[in-house]
């Protein structure tokens, strides 16, 4: 084959290497390397697959998501193509010649520095080098290119600076197709640590100083794959969901179909092709791979996931030498830990001296068809397979393409202040610390797609098991010798500090996280003095097409892809990091950039927005702990809990199979006994129990349409030790403190061969709590309660509260499962907090109603009832936290309360919630006869006020004359109204949403504005509550206490009032 003229002009900073004719010998020698890859047409030997026709999945289908897939059209003619190569150049002089170089002296390969001589470029082909001993570190400067010929070539180096110059091993227009091997060589020095880093050009290819780095080999495609059906121990066929030009003697991985993935219970099969054929007695798209050696695990493909399978195998190859790459000294298995003595856990994750590329800088990196095999240097800053360090916007110019990383002791490849650079199409397997990295957190705009991120491994000791039930974790602090970046003791596939990048059909499996997004309110390290962006308030520009799975193991709360975690600079300029529920991750997620420490204005909100999404076998798939995020087209299957999601929330499309077909998945991980009472938390709760979705007890806004359940039964009971405790939707309900407003909403639940009598769950039996009671749901349709239209679900620990109809309207469910369903085209429900006592309010949360500590009493106070009901004993049961959520029948229905010590001197009704602006309701007291009162709305104490700006920061409310003005003003009127029955001694007052930051504008009251953060999808509305405006009522009656005035003895026989004029 003959390339065309040399029309590269950027490739060779020598103006004489420009637009040369092809020296005839130099052709020559390009012909004789090696052959190009095709496609594997062949037909493979039907009787090797005829058992799988009909039984397989194709072309990566899944039942709801859509995975994006790499076009391969284009590879045969990029692999044949070989235009503008740099080995063919007329100018290139061979390193052999001793005319090459100064003093006509080759260097030898004895360690010493070698320089490629001035304005010179020199070629290295197969006659070149000493290929066993090591050559010192060369280097190439400005006007200087060493290039590698298409030839069969090993180098032995201790590392290659481009200080300026170029390093040619083929271009972006030329694959080079022979084998060449890099081989960077050096032990570890003394003292290593976050300040004492070695050069960049030791035992490693870095580019300075506007170098160029091109390394380009022959494009295997795709890089990685699917199962087609499942793989099972013993076999040595394996079928893939494509056609490849992988070759026979290359080797290929088959991820890991368990829950757990680490040293210590490693399922993954690394395994060599001993030939590949098409299986289109399957389909069309259908490879047969036959193995050199049997699979060693199980590894499932049904239709519901399946296990990727990844090219490892390069012809061009960078590596650190066998000698000092490895330190791994502990054992890969430990056993026994503060929990249990026979569960075991990794006892440290590998580590080692590799080699390393870096391009900084204006320096430029590309590479693509390369191997990275024993790259990285643990614990050495900066040091990674393949590293675009502070490039700026200059990161346009450099990417990592169709390559593969496995055996890495210090991730896979990072992204450190540079912006759009791409990553795509690569294989990373077996990889310490986190793998794809965003290092800093101002690295924006950069594209992560097709990647394939497997075997991650954690540095340090795994989560401490006494925390694993625990929202909360320790926080880690920076070590400067043995953990320089904290986060890797959560080491995920995907490490996202700034989410304003693009992550596109992405696969991660094990690590701590598939992908993990931590809160970074300031960015970190080089970039700790930026102070115009808070990283972790950046929109996600764009998760599409992305799976995870075997991941969030080692902690209850960890998910296959994980929001949440706090990482952050402390006062002495160390960084800390704490994996667990910090503060709210990514809690001001905005549409533009805020300078740190600042806040988001809420028409700048913005949503984390996850499409077509699967994560599978975890504890938890999707855990987000942030404040407002979409999640759209997302399968969550074989999970403790499909997704746990945090603040205003869309779920759509969602399809969680609680159980799958996917029997062989070896359980109670990392425990060997069958006396599974004896292993750690950590090895049996994800079997014990399973949830297809859990709502929160405080403070959320979500909304889930259009999803379906399915095999949500306990039937695996038969297959799994204990396992017993399935329910499609959990409540939480175990706290006295946190408890629920107006939070969730549902249209359009399916449920598929699940168990109906255990639909619905509370997390704790307990009664008696202040979240129990309080748990509600509007199912807009009634699919998700089964009822024949919108139905308001209701605890049915709370009395008679929620059974606002009674039979047949409102109906108990079965089989224990606490709940009140009624069924009404016009039920609603709305939420208030009342205060009356603020010295006890404030003791919430320590020596009275507490989160989950149930010896700390939440004792009675009083009760609330529906206007017209039963004895008032029958309602709700109010406690010092005194949230009040419950179901309205009507506009101007509402709600009597009453306490047990009489009447409020001043009562404050805040955190007012309505499903919109327009709904209201009256709230009834007792009083004692002849009380007068003086009633104020008020905004949130930073509401303002000018000549320029008259908003109304405060509205007294009208006293009406009798009920039915009192109905009047508040149904047509302002609604600024109260009204005191003398007679009956009740005061009626009128309860409605006020925003916080005004009541109104120009000098006029507005009681139908809409909330600015009202959250509004498939066409299902929340109203968030508000958290600073109120309504004081102040009266003048007499405190038998400083707080109540008595009623007498009416009060225990108290019955509701009809709501009358």
Not at 354 to 383: C, D, K, P, W, Y
Not at 540 to 553: D, I, Y
Not at 811 to 822: D, G, K, V, Y
Not at 964 to 978: K, L
Request: aromatic share 10%; hydrophobic share 40%; proline share 5%.
């Amino acid at each position: 084959m003959v390339c065309g003229p040399l029309i590269f002009a950027s490739l060779f900073v020598a103006a004489n290497a420009l637009s040369l004719p092809l020296e005839p010998a130099r052709v020559a020698r390009s012909i004789k390397s090696a052959s190009i890859p095709t496609l594997n047409n062949q037909e493979a030997d039907p009787k090797l697959y005829s058992q799988y026709i009909g039984k397989t999945t194709q072309n990566h289908w899944s039942e709801v998501v859509v995975f994006p897939r790499p076009d391969t059209s284009n590879v045969a003619n990029e692999n044949n193509a070989q235009v503008n190569c740099p080995h063919l150049n007329v100018n290139l002089k061979l390193w052999e010649s001793a005319s090459t170089w100064p003093n006509s002296t080759v260097p030898p390969a004895d360690g010493q520095t070698i320089t490629i001589p001035a304005n010179t470029s020199v070629l290295i082909s197969s006659a070149s080098l000493d290929q066993v001993n090591t050559y010192g570190t060369i280097t190439v400067n400005a006007g200087s290119s060493l290039v590698f010929d298409d030839a069969n070539v090993t180098m032995h180096t201790n590392g290659i600076l481009i200080n300026g110059g170029s390093l040619w091993l083929g271009s972006e227009t030329c694959n080079l197709k022979s084998y060449i091997t890099i081989v960077l060589h050096g032990a570890k020095p003394a003292n290593v640590n976050l300040t004492n880093v070695p050069a960049v050009s030791v035992k490693g290819i870095a580019a300075i100083n506007g170098g160029t780095l091109d390394i380009h080999g022959v494009t295997y495609a795709p890089t990685w794959t699917r199962l087609a059906a499942t793989a099972r121990k013993g076999e040595k066929q394996i079928l893939i969901q494509d056609v490849v030009n992988w070759e026979v003697g290359q080797t290929v991985l088959i991820t890991t179909t368990a829950t757990k993935d680490s040293r210590d219970f490693n399922q993954n099969d690394v395994a060599v092709i001993a030939s590949i054929g098409l299986a289109s007695g399957i389909g069309p798209a259908v490879s047969l791979i036959t193995l050199t050696t049997p699979l060693l695990y199980n590894h499932y493909g049904g239709s519901e996931y399946q296990a990727e399978v990844g090219l490892l195998s390069r012809r061009i190859v960078v590596k650190g030498d066998d000698q000092n790459s490895n330190l791994t000294t502990t054992p890969a298995v430990c056993v026994g830990d503060a929990q249990s003595k026979v569960s075991i856990w990794p006892c440290g994750a590998p580590q080692g001296y590799g080699g390393h590329i870096i391009a900084i800088g204006s320096a430029i990196g590309r590479a693509s068809g390369l191997e990275l095999f024993q790259m990285g240097q643990t614990n050495v800053m900066g040091r990674y397979p393949y590293h675009i360090h502070q490039a700026g916007q200059n990161g346009i110019n450099s990417y990592l393409k169709s390559s593969s990383i496995h055996q890495s002791f210090f991730r896979c490849m990072s992204v450190h202040g540079s912006h759009n650079v791409t990553i795509s199409n690569n294989v990373a397997f077996d990889i310490t610390g986190n793998c794809f990295y965003l290092e800093d957190g101002i690295e924006e705009d950069n594209t992560f797609s097709y990647n394939l991120a497997a075997h991650i491994h954690f540095l340090g000791a795994p989560t401490n098991p006494a925390n694993y039930w625990s929202q909360y974790l320790d926080t880690v602090m920076q070590d400067p010798v043995n953990l320089i970046v904290p986060t890797d003791v959560a080491a995920a596939g995907f490490y996202i500090t700034n989410p304003k990048n693009s992550f596109l059909g992405n696969a991660a499996s094990g690590g701590w996280a598939g992908f993990s997004f931590p809160s970074l309110p300031a960015p970190i390290g080089l970039a700790a003095s930026v102070t115009g962006i808070t990283p972790s308030a950046r929109p996600l520009k764009q998760f599409e097409g992305n799976s995870a799975h075997s991941s969030g193991f080692w902690w209850l709360n960890a998910g296959g892809v994980y929001v949440g975690g706090l990482l952050k600079t402390e006062a002495n300029g160390a960084t800390s990091y704490n994996p667990g529920r910090v503060i709210s991750a990514l809690a001001q997620t905005c549409s533009t950039p805020i300078a740190t420490g600042t806040w988001c204005s809420v028409e700048n909100y913005s949503w984390m927005r996850f499409n077509n999404t699967k994560v599978f076998l975890g504890n938890k798939g999707l855990m987000h702990w942030g404040v407002r995020v979409e999640v759209v087209q997302y399968e969550g299957h074989d999970l403790g809990t499909s997704a746990s999601v945090f603040g205003q929330v869309w779920i759509d499309k969602m399809l969680s199979i609680c159980r799958t077909n996917n029997t062989l998945m070896p359980f109670i991980s990392g425990c060997p006994t069958t006396s599974w009472w004896n292993c750690a938390s950590r090895d049996i709760s994800y079997w014990t129990g399973f949830l297809g979705f859990s709502w929160y007890d405080v403070s959320q806004n979500h909304i889930i349409s259009n999803s379906t359940f399915r095999s949500c039964t306990d039937k695996w009971s038969s297959v799994l030790y204990n396992s017993n405790n399935m329910a499609v939707w959990q409540f939480l309900t175990h706290s006295d403190q946190f408890v629920p407003g107006i939070m969730q909403t549902t249209r359009n639940i399916v449920y598929q061969n699940c168990n109906l009598d255990k639909l619905f769950k509370f997390s704790m039996t307990d009664r008696s709590t202040v979240s129990g009671r309080l748990q509600s749901w509007l199912d807009f349709d009634g699919s998700a309660s089964l009822s024949s239209g919108r139905t308001l679900m209701g605890s049915a620990w709370a009395n008679e509260w929620w059974n606002v109809y009674g039979s047949p309207a409102c109906r108990l469910t079965t089989n224990n499962q606490s709940l009140w369903l009624c069924t009404n085209d016009q039920i609603y429900e709305a939420s208030i907090l009342l205060t009356a006592d603020p010295a006890q309010t404030a003791l919430i949360g320590t020596t009275q109603c507490s989160n989950g500590i149930l010896s700390i009493a939440c004792p009675t106070i009083g009760y609330a009832a529906h206007l017209g009901g039963k004895n008032i004993t029958n309602g709700l049961v109010i406690t010092a936290n005194t949230r009040i959520t419950g179901p309205v029948v009507a506009d101007g229905s509402g709600w009597f309360v009453q306490y047990n010590k009489g009447a409020p001197v001043n009562l404050t009704v805040s955190a007012a919630q309505f499903p919109t602006e327009k709904n209201y309701i009256t709230l009834v007291l007792p009083y004692p006869v002849g009380t007068t009162f003086n009633v104020t709305a008020r905004a949130a104490t930073w509401c303002y006020t000018s000549k320029w700006t008259p908003n109304v920061c405060v509205q007294p409310y009208k006293q009406a004359a009798n009920l039915t003005t009192f109905q009047t003003i508040q149904s047509t009127g302002s609604g600024a109204v109260y009204y005191f029955d003398n007679t009956a001694g009740l005061l009626y007052v009128n309860i409605m949403q006020l925003l916080d930051n005004q009541l109104g504008t120009n000098n006029v009251f507005n009681r139908n504005q809409v909330n600015p953060q009202q959250f509004t999808r498939a066409g299902l509305t929340i109203n968030p509550q508000t958290s600073s405006s109120s309504l004081v009522i102040n009266s003048n009656c007499i405190p038998v206490d400083g707080v109540f005035c008595s009623l007498g003895n009416s009060t225990a026989k108290f019955t509701p009032p009809k709501l009358t004029a």
